[in-house]
């Protein structure tokens, strides 16, 4: 099959499924285009900021195109490229996109509340504490598996005498030093905008001058850090990007990433139209593989193809990015589709764009055993997608050279701009347990000591952040099967809580109760499997009844010990999405159709101030 034709149907089937069935549930659930959203009227300077729609969606895009649609969407297709493609155009239509766009609704129709605050008005405030949990522990596995992809992706590879292979490694240290740069950059960006008031052909043209100068310093000092290092300089970066105000950090950030990922899009598609006019874009990977044999090995079609594809199809992680951050940036309710359902979409096409593009480099892997590409790296996902991405580029005159720095910077950013959204979403989880009112950071008097310490926000966030990088030492490809189902396990809760909220303000939910049966069945079958795949490795590795020759192997202590802080983690998940689920199955059949309306609109002083003669108009 060549790679051409693939691109071509899914770009079309996508783009009519956002056309038909995105705008018909647009208009089903209705959008007001002259109300005021949260992101007016409740303007605070922190949380709170009208962007524009590009900016809105920039933000959207750039957090929930992580490394998962390329990550996902390659590791699945061991039961072939086919079952995955159609997961990925089927999942997305029908379940991703409606399941972030309905989140990003029910939370601008509700003064921007967080997805916890929206269970706790529509499922109760037992619902919204044991979910608040859940989502805090989501967020460190997500923590754990994008930071050592993106460490994996930078670190430096050592020659026998110590020194570094510099031929190796160029590319990751070029990335690494562009990707520090990236932060400074882009508070300038943010800082200058802002100062200026620049947008549009402006702000597109600063952007463009501020890449050039990234990219040109990036690969004269390349920087050479193991994988250790790199974790140090993740974890500061993450410490400031999850504390900062939105608007002074993420926000431009998510613009500059944003279109660098639209540039890594359209050179994947015109490297993999070029390889197809020189005959070279045929999708060698097997079209369906042997699933019975899989099967005999214990990797089940269902569920683990479905779990494994995770943000190619459908994420819960959005639903909280939509919640926590989105929907206090939309400006107008018109914005949220394309922002919602729109980014969504874009996202399950980068997906199609790794499935093409790792279908095309499968007759380059050496299949020995050894998992490497012919140049002797080890083929990743991450690498398979961004070496593949790079031939493309260099089939249409761009430098080789050039051409895989920026592509290692493209898969680095998928992941980076990811992580620092779900640091944050982590911390606001944090405090949001301890907090009295919405306000997350609100600890008041009447809290005990503990409390305010907890719901301070530098606190929170350390104690996310060291969580999640103690379980990063496990390494992704041990923690992502835990991810995916709890990602997709979340998925689910966020589906009932939407079918909750549209039958108690009269909206329909019939398109919901399908996706909702599928995630829950599928994502607790994962995750009993992943309990009892932990129980196993860690009896392997004797930590019930140490040998004496392991007792004293620090390897086998630490792989014992990451196997059983991943088993607590499955296990808390399972029991959290147990009681959630069942809390929200029980309202949504318990609750009377139209009983709670959307919220009446709330105030900041300052959003009363900038806003308020416009809404009197």
Known sequence: MNGIVIVLVAAVVLVAGYVLYGRWLAKSWGIDADALTPAKRLEDDKNFSPASRFTAFSHQFSSICGAGPVTGTIAAMMFGWLPVLLWVLVGGIFFGAVHDFGALYASVKNNGKSLAQLIEKYIGRTGRKLFLIFSWLFTIIVIAAFVDMVANTFQATYLADGSVDVAKSYAGGAAGTISILFTFVAILFGWVNRRFGLSGVKELALAVVLFVLMFAVGMQIPLYLNKFGWFAVIAVYLLFAAAMPIQTLKQPRDYLTSIMMIVMIVCAVIGIFVLGARGEADMTAPMVADVAALADKGSYIFPLLFVSVACGALSGFHSLVSTNTSSKQVSSEKDMLPVGYGAM?????????????????????????????????????????????????????????????????????????????????????????????????????????????????????????????????????????????????????????????????????????????????????SLVQSVLGCVDAIQLYGLFGMMPTSATDPTLVSVAATKGLQLLFAILIVILGLFVAYHCLRELFGKKAGSLPDEEPEWTELGRKRWGAEARK
């Not at 998928?414 to 997350?440: M, P």
């Not at 008097?445 to 530098?458: D, F, H, I, K, Y």
């Not at 909206?507 to 607790?524: E, Q």
């Open 345 to 525: 979409v874009a996202e399950s096409f980068v997906g199609v764009l790794a499935i093409v593009v790792a279908a095309i480099m499968f007759s380059d892997l050496n299949t020995a055993g050894t998992g490497a590409l012919n140049n002797g790296t080890a083929a990743t996902p991450f690498q398979i997608f961004s070496q593949g991405v790079a031939r493309g580029m260099t089939a249409f005159g761009v430098d080789g050279t050039l051409a895989t720095v920026f592509m290692t910077m493209c898969v680095s950013a998928l992941a980076l701009t990811s992580v620092d959204a779900v640091a944050r979403i982590g911390r606001l989880s944090f405090q949001e347990f301890f907090a009295t009112g919405d306000d997350a950071a609100a600890a008041g008097p009447e809290q005990g000591a503990l409390a305010r310490v907890c719901s301070n926000t530098w606190v929170s966030t350390v104690v996310t952040l060291v969580l999640g990088f103690a379980l990063a030492f496990g390494g992704y490809n041990n923690i992502w099967p835990l991810f995916g189902a709890s990602n997709q396990l979340l998925g689910g809760m966020t589906m009932i809580a939407l079918a909750v909220f549209c039958k108690c303000t009269g909206r329909k939910g019939w398109m919901l109760y399908v996706p909702v049966a599928f995630l829950l069945v599928c994502t607790f079958t």
